[in-house]
């Protein structure tokens, strides 16, 4: 387990480093399978059927926060 501590845990620049730790560490350590990562997380957006699930970080970590801002200004709770 690590665990990432910072003034912004969203900031591109602490979210690209969480991505490349945890790759790394899925690449490195023999009997890992799994690997639970604000980077992998699933998050339930609402939309005109319901809601599905989706990645925010499928594309890969966005390098403007304003994009990122925008995805979780959108979600229906």
Known sequence: MILVKADDVFAP????????IGNLLMEKIPLADELT????????????E??????????????????????FCKLRF
């Open 13 to 20: 620049d602490v979210l690209f480093a969480i991505d490349k």
């Open 37 to 48: 990562s604000i980077t992998k997380l699933q998050v339930p957006v609402g939309n005109e």
């Open 50 to 71: 319901g809601f599905s699930v989706v990645n925010p970080f499928e594309k890969g970590v966005p390098s403007d926060p304003k994009i990122m801002q925008q995805f």
